[in-house]
C-alpha cells in the first residue's frame, strides 16, 4: 500500500499555507458575534470580533489548529456590562466534506465539533466579576464558563464553514465531483475530472517537511474499500509548492500506463492489450507478437518489462525487453521520453533446418545465411524498433486541474508524484 495514497488511487495534497489562504477567504473566518454564557452561578451574553491569528495543521490528523484573536469582548450580567476586554481562542477544528446537490463534495471546517478554549487579558474583566458578585476566589472557574461561552458561540454560529477558492467576481466553494458507485475520470479530461468516492485527513508539519490537508480520491470503484486515511503518512508535496498530487502504482499502472499503450498500440480498449494490462493473448508490433508489458515504478523512472514472440519460416523468435521511462512537464502535460536498455532474442530453429545446417557447417546454400546467430541479430533489430516506435508513441499525460499550475514531476517507488502552485500568494 501506498503511504502517499493511503491506499486510495490518487491522493491529493494542499500545503496549510494554501489552505490558510482559502480559509480567509472564507465568509466567516473575520467578524463580530454574540452569544451567551451559562453557570450555577447564573447566565448572560457575549459579544466580540474576532480575526485569525494563526493556522496550523493539528498533531491530531483530519483537524486544524486555528487561533484567533479576540477584541472588544464586552460580557453582561443583571444589566451590568463589562468594559472591553481581549484575549486568545484557540480551537482543534475537524475537516470533513460535505456532499451536495449535482454530486459534489464540497471541503468544511465542522466548527460544530469544535474542542478548545480561551484565555482573556485585561483587568476590565476582573472588575467585570466584581460589580455582578462572582466571588473572586473562584475566578479560574468563571473565566472557563466565559471559555465555553465564547466556544459556543463560534460552534452555534460558524457550524460548518465551507472553504472557498478566491476570486475577484465571486468565491467558489473548495471541492470535488463525486459520482458514488461509479469509475471517475483521473487524469484530468479537458480539466474536469471525477471520483467514485472520497477520505479527509490532515497532517502537520513535521521537520522540513510541510503540514497538508489531504484528499484521498479513488477512482476505480474495486478500490474505494482499500483507501484509509489512518495509512496517509508520506506528503506529496514539498516547502516551495502549494499543491501535489500523488497516484499510487496500481493506479498509475492502470489510469495512466495501460492507457498510455492503448493509444499507442491503436486498440480500442485496454481489455484489447496483452497482459498486464488486458486480456488478449498478444498486441502486435512490427510483427512481433508481444504478450507481455509491465511496468514498475522506480527512483526517477518508470521501468518496463516484456516478452513476445514471432513466427519465421525457419524458426521462432522469443524477445524479452527491458526499458524506461522518464518524464518532462511543461503546460498542459507530463511528456514521458523512453529508452529501450536491453533486447534479448532467443531463436528456436524448426528441426529441419538444424539439420540441413549441420549438413552444411560451412555455408553454402543453407549455411550462415540461416543460423541462428544471425537471425537472432536481425530480429533483435527488428524488435527494438517496434519497441521503439510504440514507446514513443506514448502521449503527453494531461493534467488540467483548475487553478494550478504543475512545475515538477518525480517518480517515487510508491507513487508517481505532480508538484505545482496556484496564483495565490501567501499572506
Known amino acids: 500500500m501506498s503511504t502517499f495514497t493511503g491506499g486510495a488511487d490518487v491522493c491529493m495534497d ?16 473575520t467578524g463580530t458575534l454574540n452569544g451567551s454564557f451559562n453557570s450555577l452561578l447564573g447566565s448572560g451574553t457575549l459579544a466580540f470580533s474576532y480575526s485569525l491569528q494563526a493556522f496550523k495543521m493539528s498533531p491530531v490528523h483530519g483537524k486544524a489548529v486555528i487561533a484567533f484573536k479576540l477584541s472588544g469582548i464586552t460580557a453582561t450580567k443583571d444589566a451590568i456590562t463589562s468594559a ?10 475537524p475537516f470533513k ?12 471546517l465542522d466548527f460544530g465539533q469544535v474542542r478548545g478554549g480561551s484565555q482573556f487579558v485585561g483587568l476590565e474583566l476582573l472588575a467585570f466579576l466584581e460589580k455582578i458578585g462572582w466571588p473572586i476566589q473562584q ?10 461561552g465564547v466556544r459556543a458561540t463560534f460552534r452555534d454560529k460558524l457550524a460548518a464553514m465551507t472553504l472557498q477558492l478566491p476570486s475577484l467576481s465571486n468565491p467558489t466553494p473548495f471541492g470535488f465531483n463525486v ?9 484530468p479530461v479537458n480539466g474536469t475530472m471525477t471520483f467514485a468516492a472520497l477520505k479527509i485527513t490532515s497532517l502537520p508539519e513535521s521537520g522540513s517537511q510541510p503540514g497538508v490537508l489531504s484528499i484521498l480520491a479513488s477512482v476505480r470503484t474495486a478500490n474505494v474499500a482499500t483507501a484509509s486515511a489512518t495509512k496517509k503518512d508520506s506528503r506529496a508535496l514539498d516547502g516551495p509548492h502549494q499543491v501535489g498530487i500523488a497516484i499510487s502504482p496500481t493506479a498509475f499502472h492502470a489510469l495512466v500506463f495501460c492507457q498510455q499503450l492503448r493509444q499507442s498500440f491503436g486498440v480500442t480498449t485496454v481489455q484489447d492489450l496483452c497482459a498486464t494490462c488486458g486480456n488478449a493473448a498478444t498486441c502486435t508490433a512490427d510483427d512481433v507478437q508481444f504478450s507481455d508489458f509491465d511496468d514498475d515504478l522506480a527512483v526517477g523512472k518508470v521501468n518496463l518489462t516484456g516478452f513476445g514472440t514471432r513466427d519465421l519460416t525457419l524458426a521462432t523468435a522469443e524477445v524479452s525487453f527491458s526499458a524506461h521511462l522518464t518524464f518532462t512537464i511543461a503546460a498542459g502535460g507530463v511528456t514521458p521520453h523512453s529508452k529501450v536498455d536491453d533486447v534479448e532474442v532467443n531463436i528456436s530453429m524448426n528441426w529441419w533446418q538444424t539439420i540441413l545446417a549441420l549438413l552444411n557447417p560451412v555455408g553454402g546454400l543453407f549455411g550462415s545465411t540461416f543460423t541462428a546467430a544471425l ?6 533489430t527488428i524488435a527494438e524498433q517496434g519497441l521503439t516506435d510504440r514507446l514513443s508513441g506514448l502521449n503527453a499525460i494531461p493534467l488540467g486541474v ?3 499550475t504543475f512545475d515538477e514531476v518525480k517518480v517515487h517507488p510508491l507513487a508517481f508524484l505532480l508538484r505545482g502552485n496556484t496564483p495565490l500568494a501567501p499572506t
Open 97 to 108: 466534506l460535505s456532499p451536495i446537490a449535482g454530486g459534489r463534495q464540497n471541503v468544511q
Open 402 to 404: 483548475n487553478g494550478v
Open 375 to 380: 537471425l537472432s541479430t536481425v530480429m533483435k
Open 14 to 29: 494542499f500545503s496549510e499555507t494554501l489552505v490558510k489562504l482559502l480559509f480567509l477567504a472564507t465568509p466567516g473566518s
Open 179 to 187: 459520482t458514488p458507485g461509479q469509475a471517475g475520470v483521473f487524469p
Open 139 to 148: 475566578q479560574q472557574f468563571l473565566l472557563d464558563v466565559l471559555s465555553n
Open 84 to 93: 472591553p476586554f481581549g484575549g486568545t481562542a484557540i480551537f482543534h477544528v
